[in-house]
């Protein structure tokens, strides 16, 4: 059995090519059993297309693929009791209740949860009488959540789980991520916001046109690409120069954006007390004055343009 | 096979099929209304029991709006609302699916027949002839026309499917020696009419409904071949999703 090993998900050199166009380009990753795991990118990077294959939908081109120890795709009647799928979109029959529909699922796996406990956790508890049709679409997708989670699975599967959700919705299916991984399940999400993957996910890969860019804890890919900066807010056209001279950093960390201006540079009581003093010498207001370290957004964006 | 799924995924197909009213009147409604109209208003001119030639008609109609239009149009909505793809990926699988949707079938067939048989008596209709073999050829036209219907169901996009199933119904209840004897109609279509897997299913059961001797070998020889060909093109060219 492979109830002890370390790694529920292993994937090593994934391809998968529809017909000229190379959708995963040699994907490798590893997910832990019981942690949240993020893949990021922008549309089209390969995303789907790697969770479909890890579900069983498609099959690789090349690579090794192995969701809890079985080949997804020969060995699919054995893992599919032990998976749990959220589709990005669709899914479900308009004509069927949403109490209908989920106790129609809970025939489909041994020992499923109590179909109204799951309405009550995904908040769909007034809804349960309303046909599928008339959802509306944060509804939809609180409904597809459930379905994914009634089997008990071991791991679930989350393509872009809270488009479409309202803030209140979000912030409930993210407790209820956490509260899925504090069981132990182990979870693969896919998702555009960044935020979602930086407060949300163990460990996040950054995937762009079918290959991993980066891979790590949020933590480090924010402190990969270690760009502190200093931003503040005064009138526009400042002379750049002046003020790079005066604040003794390179005029090449120094921009500006309508009377927006960052400096890219590790912010000191010095340098910004020089800054501020040099403000007052031009007679140039000081608004907005912040200093922070680099966001998942700056990295995933510096990632995924450069080869743009 | 999960039996329990396929027999969940089967009651909840009924389920819809049941409430899906556009459904009923093809299914029933029409394959009622021919025989009423046919039978009791105005009488196809044929040689013997009117009742006789129209019931095994009105069956073979039956069989086709089941099988062809019902299922069709219900799997080319699932397909394009990507239920077909969701339970793929459940303990039900693909092969689940399938033998959940042929349950269905037969399920809504056995209201069908029950409804049918029950108006012909009330009519006036006798059950006569061969009735075990009958339910072999509607069996074999189950299998055709649910090949035909899959087949439109897995290569089109839904609303096409819905529209090509709709008009085939309606050309082959009237090709289909259903409701009126073909020799009706001129030579040259009569010629297609016998090739086509609706008038080879009336006229099976319609032999063996009347002296299992009668059953004419050409009509069954055309109803076997697409109940092979048929399913066997669904199976290598339908795609799950659209």
Known sequence: ?308 | MNRRAVLAQARSETTLGLRRGESLVVTIGIPVGVLLFFGRVSQPTVDGDPLAFLVPGVLALAVMSSAMVSLGIGTGFDRRFGVLKRLGSTPLGRPGLLAAKTLYVLAVEVIQISVLLAVAVAIGWEPAGGIPLAVLFLLLGTIAFAGLGMLMAGTLRAEANLALANGLYLVLLFLGGMAYPLTRLPGGVQTVANLLPAAALAESVRGALAEPTDVPLQSVVVLLVWATVLPVLAARLFRWEE
Not at chain 1, 56 to 83: F, Q, T
């Open chain 1, 1 to 308: 059995m492979d109830a002890g090993a370390q790694w529920a998900i292993e994937v090593a050199g994934l391809e998968k090519t529809y017909g000229e166009r190379r959708a995963v380009d040699g994907i490798s990753l590893c997910v832990a059993r019981g942690e949240v795991f993020g893949i990021l990118g922008p549309n089209g990077a390969g995303k789907t297309t790697t969770v479909e294959v890890l579900e069983g939908y498609r099959r690789a081109d090349a690579g090794s693929i192995r969701v809890l120890g079985l080949d997804p795709w020969s060995e699919g009647e054995a893992l599919r009791p032990r998976i749990g799928v959220m589709l990005q979109s669709g899914g479900l029959s308009p004509g069927l209740r949403t109490i209908e529909t989920l106790r129609l699922y809970t025939a489909f796996y041994d020992g499923a949860d109590d179909p109204e406990q799951l309405l009550a956790r995904v908040g769909l508890t007034d809804a349960a009488r309303t046909p599928v049709r008339r959802l509306s679409g944060g509804q939809y997708q609180r409904l597809s959540l459930a379905l994914a989670l009634v089997g008990r699975p071991e791991v679930v599967f989350l393509d872009e789980p809270t488009a479409g959700m309202d803030p209140r919705a979000r912030a409930a299916t993210w407790d209820l991520v956490r509260a899925l991984r504090d069981q132990g399940t182990t979870i693969v999400l896919t998702t555009h916001y960044l935020d979602e993957a930086e407060s949300l996910c163990d460990r996040i890969v950054i995937v762009d046109h079918g290959r991993v860019v980066a891979a790590g804890t949020p933590d480090e890919l924010t402190g990969a690409a270690p760009r502190h900066e200093i931003r503040f807010s005064s009138r526009p056209g400042l002379d750049l120069a002046a003020l790079a001279a005066a604040i003794g950093v390179p005029l090449a960390v120094c921009t500006e954006d309508a009377g927006e201006y960052r400096i890219a540079a590790a912010s000191d009581a010095r340098l910004v007390g020089d800054l501020a003093a040099h403000l007052l010498a031009v007679g140039a207001p000081l608004d907005a004055l912040s200093t922070g370290r680099t966001t998942l957004e700056d990295v995933f964006l510096q990632l995924t343009e450069e080869d743009a």
